[in-house]
């Protein structure tokens, strides 16, 4: 199975870089490793998505070394509104084509203060 | 226009009672799910449908019926409900099945069994 881990809580200050990471050491050769972000009351908001080396948006970056046994969530400048919990999935292949099923663990509960 | 859309966004009910939730996507895409998260956060994918046919079918009580009209809408019907059902249920979709694609949800809906 494609399990992920990442810290349960982390806090930071406004304006800071905040870097979450994730581990997954059975991720697959095929898979993407992918973030959401969600909101208390709100479904789960896609961020990222990553396959190796950096991806970047206007929201984040996503380190991915060479090993693909882990990836970095990178939150520029963080603002109070970034106060969330975030996901880091991988795919998990399901029988054969592109059936998969996605394994959501407990997130990393983010709190920004002022 | 809201992307997912799932009603109602609260059901209050009693034990024994059957309820439905109702979802329907505008995205055009071909997948939806339903999903499970409990009091700790945790998400648990219950069921998906690609293009009206099943192809998730997580262990799931039968109590829970899942069904596909069309390619937009996927309901979720609950019959006997108990008191562990109380959750939050998400609806979701995706332009294709697979663990790498990008997955887009509704606002949930609070379901609370007394």
């Known amino acids: 199975l494609a399990k992920t881990t990442q810290p349960i809580s982390m806090d930071s200050y406004e304006g800071q870089e905040v870097n979450i990471t994730c581990s997954h050491n059975?991720?697959?050769?095929?898979?993407?490793i992918t973030w959401y972000q969600q909101f208390p009351s709100q479904g789960p908001r896609f961020i990222i998505q990553?396959?190796?080396?950096?991806v970047t948006n206007e929201v984040a970056s996503l380190f991915i070394p060479a090993d693909r046994k882990s990836s970095t969530l990178s939150l520029p400048r963080v603002s109070l509104s970034d106060t969330a919990v975030y996901y880091c999935?991988?795919?998990?292949?399901?029988?054969?084509?592109?059936?998969?099923?996605?394994?959501w663990g407990l997130g990393t509960s983010l709190a920004v203060n002022p | 226009d809201t992307a997912v859309s799932q009603t109602p966004k609260y059901l209050v009910t009693q034990m024994g009672n059957d309820k439905s939730i109702k979802c329907e996507q505008n995205?055009?895409?071909?997948?939806m799910y339903w999903y499970k998260q409990d009091s700790k956060k945790f998400l648990k994918i219950m069921f998906s449908?690609?293009?009206?046919?099943?192809?998730i079918n997580e262990t799931v009580p039968n109590r829970f019926s899942p069904k596909s009209p069309d390619k937009a809408h996927l309901n979720l019907h609950i019959n006997s409900l108990e008191l562990g059902d109380s959750a939050v249920y998400f609806c979701a979709s995706s332009l294709l099945p697979g663990g790498g694609e990008k997955l887009f949800f509704g606002s949930g809906t609070q379901l609370s069994v007394l």
């Open positions: 990553g396959y190796k080396t950096k």
């Open positions: 059975n991720i697959a050769t095929n898979d993407y």
């Open positions: 999935l991988v795919g998990e292949p399901l029988n054969a084509g592109n059936n998969r099923k996605l394994i």
């Open positions: 995205l055009g895409h071909d997948t």
């Open positions: 449908y690609n293009n009206k046919e099943l192809i």
